[in-house]
């Protein structure tokens, strides 16, 4: 297949971006390339399912698309964590646990019956107290701790239902000591960094103990994201987010542990916080559920894109729709509909600076600060930003300014976590030496890249000494002039 040069898939004006999931019904590389010029913008390989060989198919194939296109693509890798799970029952029963009846949950490895079943978790026996809760099967079933002792657990059903096989079991009421990386975490972490993915995705955070773990693990190698899933890690959102690369609001297991009418505000409570300190934040799950089935959304999902949108959330996230759905691609067009459109009402500006993010008292944030500024007072195509780590590119972000941020880096491995930044364009290219030089290459890659025409004005970000780690000092406005394309320089 022949090479597209990059204006064959042409550059987002959205500045949200999307992340698709891949599975059975996406990971084909002809479906792949599909979502991606359906408008995907990074793509989620779930831990939880599959196995190593079938994922570094997909690693690779995704590969050959950012290769094809000559256009960096994120690839996140989502670890399973410490999922907790009832034991069996007898010959495979469905066993009905009525309203108001005990159950008790032990450590008994005998296959469950209708009085009990084994919790082959036995740290939990050492925590659990006397009114907690105990959901099961995603909160179909609601336990209430009665008395828990060392070997069991006795409860009473607040909300009876259908139990059978290794149900999941969430514990909302007490922070759980279990480690956040099992096993199979650690040996698919090794997996993820091996093949080069960008992102990991840490899940069932708790505590900030559990990044600095998968911290220690990943060996300074690509970026983390803190899956918020559980009301522990509410309380601690702070700490964990500055240990983090990025957040992601989980809201399926998040729903699951809270009541469902809480979420929507911690919802807006997570995004605030992260970009308030600058942190890319994700929403996901369930946000176009019923395409899963379905060739279009319901009016409440769209709605509730929208509403992601309108916060200011870096990306959106499509789960089972893109890895297992019928209609993968229609749910990437769908997605990628919406959000243009919310970003296109006169009121997005305004509601997505609703909540300040005020600038650090530091020279790149001021001059990050006065990007946003700038483009608000005089007419600018694009912020072009000089980076080797992405810091700056995230201040700038931050701001969320009216134009489009073209992100310029020495570094692959930067360019490619930049896909879940918001606004960001990022675009791999040599380095720069001299003020001279970065003036030229800003014009032209901004030219080349779709983010300006003759007359267009740029403001351009970067830090003398050039290459130097967070020595942002130097912001610059130019215009540009009709024969800039034609300069042509090895970029």
């Known amino acids: 297949m022949a090479k597209h040069e990059p204006s064959k898939l042409n550059p987002r004006r959205r500045k949200v971006k999307i992340l698709a999931t891949v599975g059975p019904a996406s990971r084909d590389p002809d479906m792949l390339r599909r979502l991606l010029l359906a408008g995907a913008d990074a793509f989620r390989v779930n831990m939880s399912h599959g196995d190593h060989a079938g994922h570094a198919k997909t690693i690779d194939a995704i590969r050959a698309l950012e290769k094809e296109f000559a256009r960096p693509i994120a690839i996140l890798c989502d670890l399973q964590g410490p999922k907790l799970r009832v034991g069996t029952f007898k010959e495979g029963e469905r066993i009905v646990i009525p309203h108001g009846r005990h159950f008790t949950l032990d450590r008994n490895p005998e ?14 026996f050492g925590v659990l107290e006397k009114g907690q809760r105990l ?22 059903a607040e909300v009876g239902g259908v139990i059978s096989d290794r149900k999941g079991v969430n ?12 096993d199979k975490d650690r040996s698919d972490l090794a997996f993820a960094i091996e093949h080069g993915a960008d992102w990991i995705a840490l899940s069932f955070v708790q505590r900030p103990e559990d990044i600095a773990e998968a911290r220690k693990l990943m060996g300074g190698y690509g970026a983390l994201c803190a899956k918020i899933e559980k009301p522990a890690a509410v309380t601690r959102l702070d700490e964990i987010l500055e240990l983090s690369d990025a957040v992601m609001v ?6 699951v542990e809270l009541n469902p009418e809480d979420v929507p505000s911690l919802q807006k409570q ?11 934040v994700i929403v996901a799950t369930q946000m176009l559920e019923s395409m899963i089935e379905n060739p279009t959304p319901t009016r409440a999902e769209v709605s509730d894109v929208a509403n992601a949108v309108y916060d200011g959330a870096d990306a959106v996230m499509l789960s089972a729709e893109t890895a297992a759905g019928q209609w993968p691609e229609e749910a990437v067009t769908m997605m990628d509909r919406i959000a243009q459109k919310i970003e296109g009402d006169s009121s997005y500006a305004k509601r997505i600076r609703f909540h300040e993010t005020r600038p650090d008292s530091t020279t790149a944030d001021a001059l990050s600060h006065a990007c946003m500024t700038i483009a608000e007072t005089v ?15 995230r201040r700038v972000s931050r701001e969320r300014p ?3 941020v073209l992100v310029l880096t020495p570094s692959v491995l930067t360019a ?11 675009v791999a290219t040599r380095d720069i030496g001299s003020f001279e030089g970065m003036i030229a290459k800003g014009k032209r890659m901004a030219l080349r890249h779709g983010f300006g025409e003759a007359g267009s004005k740029l403001i351009m970000l970067a830090g003398v000494p050039f290459g130097t780690p967070g020595s942002t000092n130097l912001l610059h406005v130019v215009s540009l002039a009709g024969d800039e394309l034609k300069k042509h320089s090895p970029d």
Not at 270 to 280: E, H, L, Y
């Open 111 to 124: 296959p469950g019956d209708a009085t009990r079943v084994c919790l082959p978790h036995p740290e939990l």
């Open 135 to 156: 959901l099961i099967d995603d909160g179909k079933i609601r336990l209430k701790v009665v008395k828990a002792s060392d070997d069991e657990i006795l409860t009473t």
């Open 171 to 182: 514990v909302p009421d007490a922070v759980v000591p279990v480690p956040a990386l099992t």
């Open 250 to 255: 989980a809201r399926g297991d998040l729903g």
């Open 270 to 280: 997570i995004v605030n916080t992260a970009r308030s300190i600058g942190k890319p």
């Open 379 to 393: 007419k600018i195509s694009a912020v072009v930003v000089f980076t080797g780590s992405g810091s700056t590119a």
């Open 402 to 404: 009216a134009v489009p």
């Open 416 to 426: 490619r976590r930049l896909g879940l930044l918001w606004g960001a364009h990022a």
